[in-house]
C-alpha cells in the first residue's frame, strides 16, 4: 500500500525551528522526485521545495530560500524549517511524483505530484 506520513508539525514561536519528517511505504522514494507543499485556508496549495529525481536539482521558493531545507533519503525525505515566522503557519504537505518530473531550477508544477501524505499542521505564534 502507497502511504506518506507527515510528522513534526506543531505549536513554536517566531524564531524557532522545526523538521518535518515524511516517512514513505509502499515505494522507493528513491525512484520519485519529491517536494514540500503547503495552504492556509482559501488559498492555494503553494510549493515550498523539491529535489528533481535525476540530477538532483533543487528549488526552493522565494519565501523560504535560505531559511528552509529538504533532504531525503530512500525511505523518507524532510524539511528542516529555520527562523519560523507567523506567515508559515500553514498544513504542510510531502508528495512524490512518479514521473520524475515537477522539479525545475526555476519552480515546482505540483500537477506532476501524484502521490500526497495527509497533511501537518505548523503553527508559528508568540
Known amino acids: 500500500q502507497v502511504q506518506l506520513v507527515e510528522s513534526g508539525g506543531g505549536l513554536v514561536q517566531p524564531g524557532d525551528s522545526l523538521r518535518l519528517s515524511c516517512a514513505v511505504s509502499?515505494?522507493?522514494?528513491?525512484?520519485?522526485?519529491v517536494g514540500w507543499f503547503r495552504q492556509v485556508p482559501g488559498k492555494e496549495r503553494e510549493g515550498l521545495a523539491c529535489?528533481?529525481?535525476?540530477?538532483?536539482t533543487t528549488y526552493y521558493a522565494t519565501s523560504v530560500k535560505g531559511r528552509f531545507a529538504i533532504s531525503r533519503d530512500h525511505a523518507k525525505m524532510y524539511l528542516q524549517m529555520n527562523n519560523l515566522k507567523p506567515e508559515d503557519t500553514a498544513v504542510y504537505y510531502c508528495?512524490?511524483?512518479?514521473?520524475?518530473?515537477?522539479?525545475?531550477?526555476?519552480?515546482?508544477?505540483?500537477?506532476?505530484?501524484?502521490?500526497w501524505g495527509q497533511g501537518t499542521q505548523v503553527s508559528v505564534s508568540s
Open positions: 508528495a512524490a511524483a512518479d514521473s520524475g518530473y515537477g522539479c525545475y531550477y526555476h519552480g515546482i508544477n505540483k500537477v506532476e505530484f501524484d502521490k
Open positions: 509502499g515505494f522507493d522514494l528513491a525512484y520519485y522526485t
Open positions: 529535489i528533481n529525481r535525476g540530477d538532483g
